[in-house]
Protein backbone atom coordinates (compact mmCIF):
# COMPACT_ATOMS: atom_id res chain seq x y z
CA UNK A 1 0.00 0.00 0.00
CA UNK A 2 1.14 3.30 -0.89
CA UNK A 3 0.23 6.76 1.21
CA UNK A 4 -0.13 9.61 -0.91
CA UNK A 5 -0.13 12.78 2.24
CA UNK A 6 -0.31 16.53 1.74
CA UNK A 7 -2.80 16.59 -0.96
CA UNK A 8 -4.44 19.94 -1.46
CA UNK A 9 -7.52 21.48 -2.87
CA UNK A 10 -9.62 24.93 -2.56
CA UNK A 11 -12.57 24.59 -1.46
CA UNK A 12 -14.16 24.60 -5.08
CA UNK A 13 -11.71 22.92 -6.78
CA UNK A 14 -12.01 19.19 -4.81
CA UNK A 15 -12.61 16.67 -7.64
CA UNK A 16 -15.53 13.97 -7.87
CA UNK A 17 -13.60 11.54 -8.57
CA UNK A 18 -9.77 11.58 -7.35
CA UNK A 19 -8.54 8.65 -9.16
CA UNK A 20 -7.69 10.54 -12.46
CA UNK A 21 -5.81 13.84 -10.43
CA UNK A 22 -3.71 10.91 -8.56
CA UNK A 23 -3.05 9.16 -11.66
CA UNK A 24 -1.83 12.80 -13.03
CA UNK A 25 -0.17 13.92 -9.60
CA UNK A 26 1.93 10.49 -9.07
CA UNK A 27 2.22 9.16 -12.99
CA UNK A 28 0.94 5.99 -11.60
CA UNK A 29 -1.38 4.11 -13.88
CA UNK A 30 -2.11 1.04 -12.31
CA UNK A 31 -3.83 2.05 -9.33
CA UNK A 32 -5.89 -1.39 -8.71
CA UNK A 33 -7.50 0.68 -5.55
CA UNK A 34 -7.67 4.35 -3.93
CA UNK A 35 -9.13 5.64 -0.59
CA UNK A 36 -9.40 8.71 1.24
CA UNK A 37 -7.81 8.01 4.98
CA UNK A 38 -8.01 11.96 5.89
CA UNK A 39 -9.45 14.50 5.47
CA UNK A 40 -8.30 17.62 6.92
CA UNK A 41 -9.27 21.62 7.02
CA UNK A 42 -6.55 23.84 6.94
CA UNK A 43 -7.68 27.41 7.74
CA UNK A 44 -4.72 29.02 9.40
CA UNK A 45 -4.51 31.47 6.52
CA UNK A 46 -8.36 32.14 5.38
CA UNK A 47 -7.23 34.10 2.11
CA UNK A 48 -6.04 30.37 1.63
CA UNK A 49 -8.08 28.12 3.04
CA UNK A 50 -7.82 24.70 1.40
CA UNK A 51 -8.37 20.78 1.73
CA UNK A 52 -5.91 18.44 3.31
CA UNK A 53 -6.46 15.17 1.43
CA UNK A 54 -4.41 11.61 2.57
CA UNK A 55 -4.57 8.25 -0.03
CA UNK A 56 -3.84 5.19 0.74
CA UNK A 57 -3.52 3.40 -3.20
CA UNK A 58 -2.51 -0.12 -4.36
CA UNK A 59 -0.92 -0.85 -7.42
CA UNK A 60 -1.01 -3.74 -9.72
CA UNK A 61 2.95 -4.12 -9.90
CA UNK A 62 6.16 -3.12 -7.90
CA UNK A 63 4.96 -0.54 -5.22
CA UNK A 64 8.60 -0.08 -4.05
CA UNK A 65 10.05 0.78 -7.77
CA UNK A 66 6.83 2.66 -8.32
CA UNK A 67 7.38 5.19 -5.10
CA UNK A 68 10.86 5.35 -5.83
CA UNK A 69 10.31 6.98 -9.41
CA UNK A 70 7.36 8.91 -8.72
CA UNK A 71 7.49 12.62 -8.83
CA UNK A 72 5.61 13.59 -6.13
CA UNK A 73 7.50 12.90 -2.78
CA UNK A 74 5.18 13.07 0.17
CA UNK A 75 4.38 9.71 -0.50
CA UNK A 76 5.46 6.33 1.55
CA UNK A 77 5.01 2.11 0.92
CA UNK A 78 3.59 1.03 4.23
CA UNK A 79 2.24 -2.50 5.39
CA UNK A 80 -1.35 -2.95 5.68
CA UNK A 81 -2.25 -2.12 9.70
CA UNK A 82 -2.46 -4.78 11.61
CA UNK A 83 -5.66 -5.97 13.12
CA UNK A 84 -6.81 -7.36 15.93
CA UNK A 85 -7.29 -11.22 16.01
CA UNK A 86 -11.14 -12.58 16.09
CA UNK A 87 -12.25 -12.78 19.48
CA UNK A 88 -12.69 -16.22 21.38
CA UNK A 89 -14.39 -17.71 24.15
CA UNK A 90 -11.87 -20.31 25.24
CA UNK A 91 -13.34 -21.03 28.76
CA UNK A 92 -15.23 -24.37 29.36
CA UNK A 93 -18.04 -24.58 31.85
CA UNK A 94 -17.61 -20.45 32.69
CA UNK A 95 -20.18 -18.64 34.23
CA UNK A 96 -21.38 -16.15 31.64
CA UNK A 97 -19.49 -13.06 31.93
CA UNK A 98 -21.93 -9.39 32.70
CA UNK A 99 -21.48 -6.46 31.24
CA UNK A 100 -22.95 -3.38 33.76
CA UNK A 101 -23.83 -0.22 31.17
CA UNK A 102 -24.56 0.39 27.62
CA UNK A 103 -22.68 3.45 26.71
CA UNK A 104 -19.76 3.40 24.49
CA UNK A 105 -17.20 0.90 26.49
CA UNK A 106 -20.11 -1.36 27.58
CA UNK A 107 -21.49 -1.73 24.13
CA UNK A 108 -17.72 -2.68 22.68
CA UNK A 109 -17.21 -5.28 25.55
CA UNK A 110 -20.60 -6.27 24.85
CA UNK A 111 -20.13 -6.57 21.31
CA UNK A 112 -16.16 -8.39 21.29
CA UNK A 113 -17.79 -11.10 24.17
CA UNK A 114 -21.10 -11.90 21.94
CA UNK A 115 -18.93 -12.52 19.03
CA UNK A 116 -16.75 -15.00 20.83
CA UNK A 117 -19.00 -16.81 21.76
CA UNK A 118 -19.63 -15.95 25.46
CA UNK A 119 -23.14 -15.07 25.23
CA UNK A 120 -22.85 -12.15 27.62
CA UNK A 121 -25.89 -10.25 29.90
CA UNK A 122 -25.61 -6.60 29.18
CA UNK A 123 -27.24 -4.81 32.24
CA UNK A 124 -28.57 -1.08 31.86
CA UNK A 125 -30.66 0.80 34.63
CA UNK A 126 -32.08 2.96 32.02
CA UNK A 127 -34.39 2.26 28.55
CA UNK A 128 -33.86 1.26 25.23
CA UNK A 129 -32.84 4.22 22.82
CA UNK A 130 -36.50 4.45 21.33
CA UNK A 131 -38.61 4.23 24.78
CA UNK A 132 -35.55 6.76 26.25
CA UNK A 133 -35.93 9.03 23.64
CA UNK A 134 -39.27 10.18 25.11
CA UNK A 135 -38.32 10.50 28.62
CA UNK A 136 -35.43 12.65 27.65
CA UNK A 137 -38.16 15.22 25.23
CA UNK A 138 -40.58 14.80 28.94
CA UNK A 139 -37.10 16.80 30.21
CA UNK A 140 -36.49 18.87 27.15
CA UNK A 141 -40.48 19.97 27.12
CA UNK A 142 -41.89 20.31 30.58
CA UNK A 143 -38.87 19.55 33.17
CA UNK A 144 -39.82 16.36 33.97
CA UNK A 145 -37.25 13.79 35.28
CA UNK A 146 -37.25 10.33 34.80
CA UNK A 147 -33.48 9.48 36.96
CA UNK A 148 -33.52 6.40 35.25
CA UNK A 149 -33.86 7.38 31.91
CA UNK A 150 -32.36 10.28 30.47
CA UNK A 151 -29.60 12.01 28.92
CA UNK A 152 -26.89 10.10 31.53
CA UNK A 153 -28.84 6.99 31.66
CA UNK A 154 -29.99 4.32 29.13
CA UNK A 155 -28.85 2.78 26.21
CA UNK A 156 -26.02 4.55 24.38
CA UNK A 157 -25.00 6.04 27.22
CA UNK A 158 -24.22 9.60 27.69
CA UNK A 159 -22.97 10.02 24.06
CA UNK A 160 -26.07 9.51 22.21
CA UNK A 161 -27.96 12.81 23.09
CA UNK A 162 -24.56 14.74 22.08
CA UNK A 163 -22.80 15.60 18.76
CA UNK A 164 -21.15 12.51 18.47
CA UNK A 165 -17.54 13.58 18.88
CA UNK A 166 -15.16 10.35 17.67
CA UNK A 167 -11.82 12.98 18.19
CA UNK A 168 -9.45 11.33 20.99
CA UNK A 169 -6.27 11.56 22.42
CA UNK A 170 -4.88 8.09 22.48
CA UNK A 171 -3.00 6.50 19.54
CA UNK A 172 -5.04 5.39 16.41
CA UNK A 173 -4.27 1.56 16.22
CA UNK A 174 -6.09 -1.64 15.89
CA UNK A 175 -8.76 -0.75 18.89
CA UNK A 176 -10.00 2.26 17.58
CA UNK A 177 -9.98 1.07 14.15
CA UNK A 178 -12.14 -1.69 15.26
CA UNK A 179 -14.25 0.88 16.56
CA UNK A 180 -14.94 2.82 13.86
CA UNK A 181 -15.36 0.20 11.40
CA UNK A 182 -18.24 -1.39 13.92
CA UNK A 183 -19.70 1.90 14.25
CA UNK A 184 -19.92 2.26 10.32
CA UNK A 185 -21.47 -1.54 9.65
CA UNK A 186 -24.22 -0.20 12.26
CA UNK A 187 -25.21 2.86 10.59
CA UNK A 188 -22.42 5.39 11.64
CA UNK A 189 -21.47 7.48 8.27
CA UNK A 190 -18.76 5.68 6.31
CA UNK A 191 -17.06 9.57 6.68
CA UNK A 192 -15.72 8.41 9.99
CA UNK A 193 -13.19 6.50 9.11
CA UNK A 194 -11.08 9.21 7.58
CA UNK A 195 -12.07 12.96 9.15
CA UNK A 196 -9.71 14.51 10.70
CA UNK A 197 -13.10 16.01 12.89
CA UNK A 198 -15.35 12.93 12.64
CA UNK A 199 -18.53 13.23 14.18
CA UNK A 200 -21.77 11.07 14.21
CA UNK A 201 -24.36 13.30 15.15
CA UNK A 202 -27.32 12.44 17.59
CA UNK A 203 -29.89 12.18 15.12
CA UNK A 204 -27.82 9.00 13.62
CA UNK A 205 -26.35 7.72 17.14
CA UNK A 206 -29.64 6.56 18.07
CA UNK A 207 -29.97 4.27 15.03
CA UNK A 208 -26.99 2.85 14.87
CA UNK A 209 -26.84 2.42 18.60
CA UNK A 210 -29.95 0.32 18.11
CA UNK A 211 -28.26 -2.08 15.29
CA UNK A 212 -25.60 -2.46 17.59
CA UNK A 213 -28.17 -4.52 20.46
CA UNK A 214 -29.21 -6.00 17.42
CA UNK A 215 -26.21 -7.56 16.71
CA UNK A 216 -24.96 -8.07 19.93
CA UNK A 217 -28.60 -10.36 20.72
CA UNK A 218 -28.20 -12.12 17.54
CA UNK A 219 -24.34 -13.81 18.52
CA UNK A 220 -25.97 -14.42 21.67
CA UNK A 221 -26.10 -11.65 24.12
CA UNK A 222 -28.74 -10.67 26.31
CA UNK A 223 -29.66 -6.97 27.32
CA UNK A 224 -31.47 -6.20 30.71
CA UNK A 225 -33.02 -2.86 30.40
CA UNK A 226 -34.23 -0.95 33.32
CA UNK A 227 -31.97 -3.45 35.83
CA UNK A 228 -29.53 -1.77 38.01
CA UNK A 229 -26.66 -3.04 39.66
CA UNK A 230 -27.26 -3.17 43.53
CA UNK A 231 -24.39 -5.06 45.01
CA UNK A 232 -21.16 -7.36 44.17
CA UNK A 233 -20.90 -10.43 45.84
CA UNK A 234 -17.54 -11.36 46.77
CA UNK A 235 -15.66 -14.06 48.31
CA UNK A 236 -12.02 -14.30 49.64
CA UNK A 237 -11.55 -11.51 47.47
CA UNK A 238 -12.98 -12.48 44.19
CA UNK A 239 -16.13 -11.86 42.55
CA UNK A 240 -18.63 -14.72 42.20
CA UNK A 241 -21.90 -12.66 41.46
CA UNK A 242 -23.71 -9.23 41.42
CA UNK A 243 -27.27 -8.43 42.66
CA UNK A 244 -29.70 -6.43 40.21
CA UNK A 245 -33.17 -5.00 40.49
CA UNK A 246 -35.45 -4.51 38.05
CA UNK A 247 -38.04 -1.78 37.47
CA UNK A 248 -40.79 -3.78 39.12
CA UNK A 249 -38.88 -3.47 42.23
CA UNK A 250 -37.67 -7.41 42.06
CA UNK A 251 -34.30 -8.40 42.82
CA UNK A 252 -32.02 -11.04 41.24
CA UNK A 253 -28.40 -12.40 42.02
CA UNK A 254 -26.46 -13.38 38.67
CA UNK A 255 -23.76 -15.94 39.23
CA UNK A 256 -20.75 -14.40 37.45
CA UNK A 257 -16.58 -14.39 37.57
CA UNK A 258 -16.26 -11.21 35.27
CA UNK A 259 -17.95 -8.23 35.47
CA UNK A 260 -17.11 -5.54 32.61
CA UNK A 261 -17.91 -2.21 35.20
CA UNK A 262 -19.10 0.34 32.82
CA UNK A 263 -21.31 2.79 34.06
CA UNK A 264 -20.41 5.69 33.25
CA UNK A 265 -19.40 9.26 34.78
CA UNK A 266 -22.96 9.83 36.55
CA UNK A 267 -23.45 6.49 38.10
CA UNK A 268 -23.44 8.08 41.74
CA UNK A 269 -25.40 5.65 43.71
CA UNK A 270 -23.37 3.02 42.17
CA UNK A 271 -20.20 4.78 42.89
CA UNK A 272 -21.26 4.49 46.41
CA UNK A 273 -22.15 1.30 46.51
CA UNK A 274 -18.78 0.09 45.21
CA UNK A 275 -17.11 2.65 47.89
CA UNK A 276 -18.87 0.54 50.38
CA UNK A 277 -18.30 -2.77 49.17
CA UNK A 278 -14.23 -1.80 49.69
CA UNK A 279 -13.34 -1.22 45.78
CA UNK A 280 -9.84 1.10 45.38
CA UNK A 281 -10.69 4.13 44.05
CA UNK A 282 -8.80 7.88 44.46
CA UNK A 283 -10.15 11.08 43.59
CA UNK A 284 -9.28 12.69 40.15
CA UNK A 285 -8.95 16.00 37.93
CA UNK A 286 -11.61 17.18 35.83
CA UNK A 287 -13.53 20.72 35.16
CA UNK A 288 -16.58 22.77 35.60
CA UNK A 289 -18.14 25.99 34.17
CA UNK A 290 -20.71 27.18 31.56
CA UNK A 291 -21.87 26.23 28.29
CA UNK A 292 -21.16 29.40 25.65
CA UNK A 293 -23.07 30.60 22.86
CA UNK A 294 -22.54 32.01 19.71
CA UNK A 295 -24.19 32.89 15.95
CA UNK A 296 -22.61 30.03 13.81
CA UNK A 297 -22.37 32.67 11.11
CA UNK A 298 -19.69 34.20 13.32
CA UNK A 299 -17.59 30.90 14.12
CA UNK A 300 -17.83 30.52 9.99
CA UNK A 301 -16.28 34.14 9.62
CA UNK A 302 -14.17 34.36 12.47
CA UNK A 303 -12.38 30.72 11.45
CA UNK A 304 -12.87 30.39 7.40
CA UNK A 305 -13.23 33.83 6.56
CA UNK A 306 -16.67 33.44 5.41
CA UNK A 307 -20.32 33.36 6.74
CA UNK A 308 -21.70 30.62 4.83
CA UNK A 309 -18.98 27.73 3.59
CA UNK A 310 -19.11 25.67 0.72
CA UNK A 311 -20.76 22.14 1.98
CA UNK A 312 -17.54 20.19 1.52
CA UNK A 313 -16.04 22.44 4.58
CA UNK A 314 -19.03 22.20 6.64
CA UNK A 315 -19.90 24.57 9.65
CA UNK A 316 -16.61 25.92 11.47
CA UNK A 317 -15.55 24.91 14.93
CA UNK A 318 -12.80 26.09 17.14
CA UNK A 319 -10.92 24.81 19.63
CA UNK A 320 -8.96 27.32 22.52
CA UNK A 321 -6.92 26.85 25.57
CA UNK A 322 -5.46 29.36 27.57
CA UNK A 323 -2.90 29.44 31.44
CA UNK A 324 -3.56 31.92 33.99
CA UNK A 325 -0.46 32.62 35.91
CA UNK A 326 -2.45 30.95 39.06
CA UNK A 327 -1.76 27.28 37.39
CA UNK A 328 -5.09 27.28 36.72
CA UNK A 329 -6.46 26.64 32.92
CA UNK A 330 -9.45 27.96 31.03
CA UNK A 331 -9.98 25.76 27.60
CA UNK A 332 -13.11 24.97 25.19
CA UNK A 333 -14.61 21.14 25.17
CA UNK A 334 -16.80 18.80 23.18
CA UNK A 335 -17.99 21.92 20.52
CA UNK A 336 -21.07 21.96 18.98
CA UNK A 337 -21.09 23.16 15.39
CA UNK A 338 -24.56 24.78 14.72
CA UNK A 339 -25.89 22.47 17.91
CA UNK A 340 -27.81 23.02 20.73
CA UNK A 341 -27.56 23.22 24.68
CA UNK A 342 -29.30 20.90 26.23
CA UNK A 343 -30.92 19.54 29.87
CA UNK A 344 -28.43 16.58 30.78
CA UNK A 345 -29.23 16.26 34.68
CA UNK A 346 -29.84 12.87 36.06
CA UNK A 347 -30.95 13.56 39.83
CA UNK A 348 -34.02 15.87 41.32
CA UNK A 349 -32.75 19.03 42.52
CA UNK A 350 -29.45 19.32 40.33
CA UNK A 351 -29.05 20.78 36.83
CA UNK A 352 -26.79 19.79 34.46
CA UNK A 353 -26.13 21.13 30.89
CA UNK A 354 -24.28 19.72 27.91
CA UNK A 355 -24.01 19.72 24.03
CA UNK A 356 -25.61 18.65 21.36
CA UNK A 357 -25.94 18.59 17.48
CA UNK A 358 -27.57 16.66 14.34
CA UNK A 359 -24.95 15.16 11.38
CA UNK A 360 -26.39 18.15 9.56
CA UNK A 361 -25.05 20.52 12.56
CA UNK A 362 -27.52 22.83 10.76
CA UNK A 363 -28.41 25.08 14.04
CA UNK A 364 -28.19 29.01 14.05
CA UNK A 365 -26.10 28.98 17.06
CA UNK A 366 -22.71 27.35 18.24
CA UNK A 367 -21.97 26.41 21.60
CA UNK A 368 -19.21 24.40 23.22
CA UNK A 369 -18.03 23.96 26.76
CA UNK A 370 -16.40 26.67 28.67
CA UNK A 371 -14.40 25.21 31.34
CA UNK A 372 -12.14 25.08 34.40
CA UNK A 373 -9.81 22.81 36.01
CA UNK A 374 -10.59 21.27 39.14
CA UNK A 375 -8.46 19.44 41.12
CA UNK A 376 -8.78 17.18 44.36
CA UNK A 377 -7.51 20.12 46.60
CA UNK A 378 -10.22 21.90 45.92
CA UNK A 379 -12.66 19.69 46.99
CA UNK A 380 -12.24 20.19 50.49
CA UNK A 381 -12.34 16.66 51.69
CA UNK A 382 -9.60 13.84 51.22
CA UNK A 383 -12.56 10.95 50.79
CA UNK A 384 -12.14 9.52 47.17
CA UNK A 385 -16.15 10.76 46.58
CA UNK A 386 -15.31 14.47 47.33
CA UNK A 387 -15.50 15.22 43.61
CA UNK A 388 -18.62 14.11 43.23
CA UNK A 389 -20.17 16.09 46.19
CA UNK A 390 -18.06 18.80 44.69
CA UNK A 391 -20.08 18.47 41.19
CA UNK A 392 -23.22 18.44 43.14
CA UNK A 393 -22.63 21.44 44.79
CA UNK A 394 -22.41 22.99 41.66
CA UNK A 395 -25.39 21.48 40.25
CA UNK A 396 -27.87 22.44 43.07
CA UNK A 397 -26.57 25.72 42.92
CA UNK A 398 -28.03 26.27 39.25
CA UNK A 399 -31.09 24.52 39.92
CA UNK A 400 -32.15 27.08 42.66
CA UNK A 401 -30.81 29.97 40.14
CA UNK A 402 -32.48 28.67 37.06
CA UNK A 403 -35.58 28.59 39.54
CA UNK A 404 -36.64 24.77 39.50
CA UNK A 405 -38.21 22.83 37.07
CA UNK A 406 -34.83 22.24 35.40
CA UNK A 407 -34.52 25.88 33.60
CA UNK A 408 -30.81 27.15 33.43
CA UNK A 409 -29.51 29.95 34.94
CA UNK A 410 -28.23 32.22 31.53
CA UNK A 411 -26.16 35.71 31.34
CA UNK A 412 -24.36 37.20 28.87
CA UNK A 413 -20.09 37.10 28.54
CA UNK A 414 -20.23 41.03 28.44
CA UNK A 415 -22.52 40.77 31.57
CA UNK A 416 -20.71 38.51 33.52
CA UNK A 417 -17.50 40.18 32.41
CA UNK A 418 -18.78 43.52 34.18
CA UNK A 419 -21.06 41.96 36.74
CA UNK A 420 -24.11 42.71 36.06
CA UNK A 421 -27.62 41.49 35.54
CA UNK A 422 -29.01 40.73 31.85
CA UNK A 423 -31.96 42.00 31.47
CA UNK A 424 -32.19 41.14 27.71
CA UNK A 425 -30.74 38.94 24.93
CA UNK A 426 -28.90 40.41 21.74
CA UNK A 427 -28.50 38.70 18.75
CA UNK A 428 -28.35 34.92 20.88
CA UNK A 429 -31.07 33.35 21.64
CA UNK A 430 -30.63 30.65 24.14
CA UNK A 431 -31.17 26.92 22.44
CA UNK A 432 -31.63 25.41 25.87
CA UNK A 433 -34.91 23.54 27.03
CA UNK A 434 -37.36 23.62 28.86
CA UNK A 435 -36.37 27.30 29.55
CA UNK A 436 -33.81 29.68 31.36
CA UNK A 437 -33.66 32.45 33.85
CA UNK A 438 -31.23 35.08 33.89
CA UNK A 439 -29.18 35.02 36.74
CA UNK A 440 -25.65 36.03 37.97
CA UNK A 441 -22.93 33.38 37.14
CA UNK A 442 -21.57 34.01 40.70
CA UNK A 443 -24.15 32.39 42.50
CA UNK A 444 -23.60 29.44 40.46
CA UNK A 445 -19.94 28.63 40.17
CA UNK A 446 -17.57 29.15 42.45
CA UNK A 447 -15.02 32.65 42.90
CA UNK A 448 -11.55 31.09 42.03
CA UNK A 449 -13.62 29.62 38.40
CA UNK A 450 -15.70 32.87 38.01
CA UNK A 451 -11.99 34.71 38.10
CA UNK A 452 -10.63 32.06 35.81
CA UNK A 453 -13.05 32.74 33.10
CA UNK A 454 -13.03 36.30 33.49
CA UNK A 455 -9.11 36.42 32.85
CA UNK A 456 -9.55 33.60 30.04
CA UNK A 457 -11.73 35.90 28.34
CA UNK A 458 -9.16 38.37 27.38
CA UNK A 459 -6.46 35.68 26.31
CA UNK A 460 -9.38 33.83 24.34
CA UNK A 461 -10.19 37.53 22.43
CA UNK A 462 -7.11 37.45 21.03
CA UNK A 463 -7.23 33.59 19.70
CA UNK A 464 -10.46 34.47 17.83
CA UNK A 465 -11.70 37.82 17.79
CA UNK A 466 -14.61 39.32 19.52
CA UNK A 467 -15.12 35.83 21.08
CA UNK A 468 -16.37 37.15 24.73
CA UNK A 469 -18.35 39.90 22.35
CA UNK A 470 -21.04 39.07 19.70
CA UNK A 471 -23.92 38.62 22.34
CA UNK A 472 -22.40 35.40 23.33
CA UNK A 473 -23.99 33.46 26.41
CA UNK A 474 -23.24 31.49 29.06
CA UNK A 475 -25.91 28.96 30.21
CA UNK A 476 -24.69 26.73 33.33
CA UNK A 477 -23.75 24.81 34.61
CA UNK A 478 -21.17 22.07 32.44
CA UNK A 479 -19.98 19.76 35.60
CA UNK A 480 -20.04 15.76 33.98
CA UNK A 481 -16.81 16.28 31.54
CA UNK A 482 -15.35 13.78 32.84
CA UNK A 483 -15.55 11.26 35.84
CA UNK A 484 -14.51 12.95 39.50
CA UNK A 485 -12.83 9.34 40.56
CA UNK A 486 -10.78 6.53 39.13
CA UNK A 487 -10.99 2.81 40.06
CA UNK A 488 -8.13 1.78 40.89
CA UNK A 489 -6.96 -1.56 38.21
CA UNK A 490 -4.00 -3.35 37.30
CA UNK A 491 -2.22 -2.23 34.21
CA UNK A 492 -1.58 -6.16 33.50
CA UNK A 493 -4.80 -7.54 33.66
CA UNK A 494 -7.43 -4.49 33.68
CA UNK A 495 -8.87 -6.42 36.60
CA UNK A 496 -9.75 -4.18 40.03
CA UNK A 497 -6.60 -4.24 42.50
CA UNK A 498 -9.81 -5.40 45.00
CA UNK A 499 -11.53 -7.46 43.57
CA UNK A 500 -10.35 -10.35 41.35
CA UNK A 501 -12.83 -10.64 38.51
CA UNK A 502 -14.20 -6.94 38.16
CA UNK A 503 -13.06 -5.16 35.16
CA UNK A 504 -13.39 -1.46 35.93
CA UNK A 505 -13.86 0.49 32.39
CA UNK A 506 -14.68 3.39 30.66
CA UNK A 507 -14.96 6.98 31.53
CA UNK A 508 -17.22 6.13 34.60
CA UNK A 509 -13.49 4.35 36.08
CA UNK A 510 -11.13 6.81 35.37
CA UNK A 511 -9.84 5.51 32.23
CA UNK A 512 -11.69 7.40 29.09
CA UNK A 513 -12.37 11.06 27.92
CA UNK A 514 -14.97 9.99 25.20
CA UNK A 515 -16.33 7.65 22.85
CA UNK A 516 -13.60 6.54 21.03
CA UNK A 517 -11.47 6.30 23.85
CA UNK A 518 -13.79 4.84 26.03
CA UNK A 519 -15.33 2.26 23.65
CA UNK A 520 -11.55 1.39 22.73
CA UNK A 521 -11.40 0.80 26.73
CA UNK A 522 -14.11 -1.89 26.23
CA UNK A 523 -12.27 -3.72 23.65
CA UNK A 524 -9.46 -3.61 25.68
CA UNK A 525 -11.57 -5.17 29.29
CA UNK A 526 -13.29 -7.80 26.91
CA UNK A 527 -10.21 -8.95 25.17
CA UNK A 528 -8.07 -9.36 28.44
CA UNK A 529 -11.08 -11.94 29.74
CA UNK A 530 -11.08 -14.04 26.77
CA UNK A 531 -7.62 -14.23 26.36
CA UNK A 532 -5.25 -16.93 28.41
CA UNK A 533 -2.18 -15.30 26.99
CA UNK A 534 -1.06 -11.98 27.16
CA UNK A 535 -2.67 -8.59 25.12
CA UNK A 536 -1.92 -9.10 21.28
CA UNK A 537 0.34 -6.11 19.87
CA UNK A 538 -2.05 -4.02 17.52
CA UNK A 539 -0.07 -0.70 17.59
CA UNK A 540 0.75 0.31 13.92
Known amino acids: MIRISNVKFRPKAVPDDFKPYIEELTGFKNIVSLRVAKKSVDARKKENLCLLYVFDIVLDGDENAAAAECPYKDIVVMNEPVSLPSPVWRAVNRPRPVVVGTGPAGLMAGLALAQA ?4 ILLERGKPVSKRRKDVNRLWKIGELNENSNVQFGEGGAGTFSDG ?6 KK ?8 QEFVAAGAPAEILYLAKPHIGT ?6 VGNLRRKIMAAGGEYRFETRLTDLIVRDGRLIGVKTVNAQGETEEIATDCVV ?12 MLYERGVQMIQKPFAVGARIEHPQSYINKSQYGMVKPRPVLGPADYKLAVHMDSGRSLYTFCMCPGGTVVAAASEAGRLVTNGMSTFARDGENANSALLVDVTPADFGSDHPLAGMEFQRQIEENAFRAGGGLFRAPVQRVVDFLHDRETVKFGEVRPSYRPGVEMADMRAVLPPYVIETMKEGFKKMDRKIRC ?3 HDAILTAAETRTSSPIR ?3 SPETLQSVSVAGLYPCGEGAGYAGGIMSAAADGLRCAYKIMADESEPDTAE
Open 467 to 469: FSG
Open 165 to 170: KLTTGI
Open 261 to 272: LAVGHSARDTFE
Open 117 to 120: GANP
Open 203 to 208: DKLGYM
Open 487 to 489: MLR
Open 173 to 180: DAWTRKVL
